[in-house]
């Protein structure tokens, strides 16, 4: 075990040694992104970030041209402490004047971890090493395109005799289409999602054969944001954005087992916000908003013959960031995350109505938030620090080992 830590750390600063000497010889400015920066700003929709911006709208890579961004990862509760999970990469390039072209590869953005019928299918695991093409047009100085295809896929066989056959397959297809349009005073962007998840498995004992499938499994998402200025002397910036998204799917067994009942499972999210964007003591950042949001989810199969609908309401959300750098090359950041909502679990039975409903609060994991990032002329490091660090302190000064970092993000940029 420690010879595997002594490893990662000779290699992580080989890493960190090539980047600074690149670093230094190429002139340029980083652009700080990520999930570690999103998170230790609080979970912020209000603010602009290349990373995010660019995976939930490719109409962003006419902007960031000739960058390199991803995630280097999280430690999971369960993992060992070498173990990251929730990593990617991705480039973003222009190849020509109007046109950027880009990938991304091994970042998740199917629904197959929100929704447990998926999981719970017998042997059926979450398509593996998505991929992800984002191609961005720019069509006049004020309007731009964006397109990124998606597909992410895995299957498994197994025979035990030429009788016992079974065989699983999953994947996710689809792609996102979005626009960026420049103001006078600021700027609008759309973007739509639609991804088609699916699974099957397969399996033959002796003459008896049985096909388990999905139906459906579609998810539509829209994503709307605006970005204006109030105030061109103080910088303050108004932004609003809503969001919604829907999912439906029904899982079929052919031939049908006696008493199966159908199954159709749906889920439907809106919400949205309105914020403020502004520098603050010149070279600083406050962002911070109110958002509301309303969520469904229903079950018309559990348990047999009923519909179990889960409904809550959003509001308030807060949302508020706050990034100041200490030098050139070092940069604070805190973040405050926090949400009320009201919640009713409804179950439909014979027709019989059962129900439970109260007021919910998000969980008090992360609600403050916290983190740093470096710079070194055209590469960033971010990360959002870890919340045992603050409570069991530095292992110079306790003994204890923590997490410095909960999530850490890296971006380059080397664009001219």
Same mark, same amino acid.
């Given at each position: 075990?420690?010879? #595997? ?16 000497? /690149? ?7 980083? @652009? ?58 991705? $480039? ?21 971890? !929100? ?24 069509? *006049? ?5 964006? +397109?990124? =295809?998606?597909?992410? $896929? ?15 397959? *999953?994947?996710?297809? %689809? ?13 609008? !962007? ?5 991804? *088609? ?5 397969? $399996?033959?004992? %002796?003459?008896?054969?049985? /096909?388990?499938? *999905?139906?459906?499994?579609?998810? @539509? ?14 910088? @303050? ?39 403020? #964007?502004? =520098? ?22 559990? =348990? ?20 100041? =750098? ?5 940069? %604070? ?5 926090? $949400? ?33 990032? +470096? ?23 306790? %003994?204890?080992? #923590? ?14």
């Amino acid at each position: 075990m420690k010879g #595997n830590k002594m490893k990662f750390a000779k290699l992580l600063s080989v890493v960190l040694l090539a980047v600074m000497l /690149i670093s230094t010889v190429s002139y340029g400015q980083s @652009i700080p992104s990520g999930t570690g920066r999103y998170e230790a700003l609080g979970y912020n929709p209000f603010i602009k970030d290349a990373s995010i911006d660019i995976n939930r709208n490719p109409a962003w890579t006419t902007v960031y041209r000739n960058y390199v961004f991803g995630d280097i990862g999280r430690t999971e509760v369960g993992t060992d402490q070498y173990q990251l999970t929730e990593q990617f990469i991705g $480039a973003n390039f222009g190849v020509s004047k109007d046109l950027s072209l880009g990938l991304v590869l091994n970042k998740f953005e199917d629904s197959w971890t !929100e929704f447990s019928p998926f999981s719970d299918s017998v042997g059926v695991q979450r398509p593996v090493a998505p991929l992800k093409v984002t191609l961005g047009w720019q069509l *006049s100085p004020k309007f731009a395109l964006g +397109f990124a =295809p998606y597909y992410a $896929a895995w299957s498994s066989e197994n025979q035990s005799s030429a009788t016992n056959i079974s065989k699983w397959s *999953s994947s996710s297809v %689809g792609a996102t289409l979005g626009m960026l349009s420049k103001l006078d005073a600021g700027w609008i !962007e759309g973007a739509v999602d639609f991804k *088609s998840n699916s699974y099957k498995r397969d $399996a033959t004992v %002796g003459t008896t054969n049985q /096909i388990d499938n *999905s139906e459906g499994g579609m998810n @539509i998402a829209v994503f709307a944001r605006g970005f204006f200025t109030v105030n061109k002397s103080m910088g @303050i910036n108004l932004v609003p954005y809503l969001g919604f998204s829907t999912y439906s799917w029904n899982p079929m067994i052919t031939p049908t087992p006696i008493g199966y009942p159908n199954e159709k499972f749906s889920h439907m999210n809106f919400n949205g916000g309105l914020g403020v #964007n502004m =520098p603050i003591l010149e070279q600083g950042l406050l962002a911070g908003g109110l958002s509301f949001g309303y969520h469904q989810m229903k079950d018309e199969s559990a =348990p047999l013959n009923a519909t179990n609908t889960i409904t809550s309401f959003v509001l308030p959300q807060f949302n508020i960031g706050l990034e100041w =750098p200490f030098t050139d090359w070092f940069t %604070g950041r805190l973040g405050y995350s926090r $949400a009320v909502s009201s919640v009713k679990n409804e179950l439909v039975a014979s027709s019989v109505t059962t129900y439970t409903k109260g007021t919910a609060v998000t969980s008090p994991d992360q609600t403050i938030t916290a983190g740093l990032g +470096f710079h070194f002329n055209r590469f960033s490091i971010d990360g959002s620090v870890g919340e045992r660090l603050f409570k069991n302190g530095f292992y110079l000064m306790t %003994g204890k080992t #923590n997490d410095m970092f909960g999530m850490l993000s890296a971006s380059y940029s080397f664009g001219k």
